[in-house]
C-alpha cells in the first residue's frame, strides 16, 4: 500500500534556529513529491514539486531535496511568520491523486 | 486570478439534512478534487474530476455522498442525509493538466462542516 510518513509531528524552534523535516515514502513509482504549507483555517498552500533523486528546489528560508526513499524540507533561520503545517504529498505512477502524510507542525518562536 | 472558490465558508446543520458545498475552479484548469480533512484522517481525496468527467471516486465514503461537476466552471458536493460523522473541513482544489510534469493543486479556502 502507498504511504506517506511525516516526522517529526509537531516541532518547535527559537527564531533563527535551522532544522529539517522530514517526509518518507513507500509508493509503487514515484511520479513526483510536493510540499504543501497550510496555515490555520486555510487551505493548503504550494510550495515545491520534486521528480527525481538528487533534485533540489528553494524558496527564500526553505529547501526541499528527494532521495529514493525521503524527501527533507529544510529550513534557515526560521521566522515567526514560518510557522504552520507543512504537507508532504506523494503521486504515483499511472494514478494522478495526491496521498498526503499527516503533516509536521511547525511553531516558531520570537 | 481569484484562486479556488469555495461556498460556504462555514456550514452548521442537523444530522438528518442534506447539505451542499460549492465549487469555482481556477478558470483554465481541467481537473478538480474534493478532499475532506479531519485531525485522525489528515487530508482524504473524495473523488476527481478531469474535463468534467469522474475519473475515480473510490474514496467517497459511502452513498450518502455525491459530487457533480455540470460543466468546467463549477462542481458541487452533496451529502444527503448528514451525520455527525461528515463534520470536518472540505477542500476543493484544481489543476490544469497538460504536460505530464503539471501536477500543481492549487487549494481553495475549504469549507467547514459541522453536523449536530
Known amino acids: 500500500e502507498d504511504q506517506v510518513t511525516q516526522s517529526p509531528e509537531a516541532l518547535r524552534l527559537q527564531e533563527g534556529e535551522s532544522s529539517s523535516l522530514n517526509c518518507s515514502y513507500t509508493?509503487?513509482?514515484?511520479?513526483?513529491l510536493f510540499w504543501y504549507r497550510q496555515d490555520p483555517g486555510k487551505g493548503p498552500e504550494f510550495l515545491f514539486t520534486?521528480?527525481?533523486a538528487g533534485e533540489e528546489k528553494e524558496k527564500e528560508r526553505l529547501k526541499a531535496t528527494l532521495t529514493k526513499k525521503e524527501s527533507f524540507l529544510h529550513i534557515t533561520a526560521p521566522k515567526p511568520e514560518d510557522s504552520a503545517t507543512y504537507l508532504c504529498?506523494?503521486?504515483?505512477?499511472?494514478?494522478?491523486?495526491?496521498?498526503f502524510g499527516q503533516g509536521t507542525r511547525l511553531t516558531i518562536n520570537p | 486570478d481569484a484562486g479556488v472558490i469555495q461556498s460556504p465558508r462555514h456550514e452548521v446543520t442537523e444530522m438528518g439534512q442534506e447539505v451542499t458545498l460549492r465549487c469555482k475552479p481556477i478558470?483554465?484548469?481541467?481537473?478538480l478534487f474534493w478532499y475532506r480533512q479531519t485531525m485522525m484522517r489528515g487530508l482524504e481525496l473524495l473523488i476527481y474530476?478531469?474535463?468534467?468527467?469522474?475519473?475515480?471516486d473510490s474514496g467517497m465514503p459511502e452513498d450518502r455522498f455525491s459530487a457533480k461537476m455540470p460543466n468546467a466552471s463549477f462542481s458541487t458536493l452533496k451529502i444527503q442525509p448528514s451525520e455527525p460523522r461528515d463534520s470536518a473541513v472540505y477542500f476543493c482544489?484544481?489543476?490544469?493538466?497538460?504536460?505530464?510534469?503539471?501536477?500543481?493543486?492549487?487549494f481553495g479556502p475549504g469549507t467547514r462542516l459541522t453536523v449536530l
Open positions: 509508493v509503487s513509482g514515484l511520479r513526483g
Open positions: 474530476f478531469n474535463n468534467n468527467v469522474p475519473i475515480d
Open positions: 482544489a484544481s489543476r490544469t493538466f497538460r504536460t505530464e510534469r503539471e501536477n500543481e493543486q492549487f
Open positions: 504529498a506523494v503521486i504515483i505512477q499511472g494514478a494522478q491523486k495526491l496521498v
Open positions: 520534486l521528480y527525481s
Open positions: 478558470s483554465g484548469h481541467n481537473s
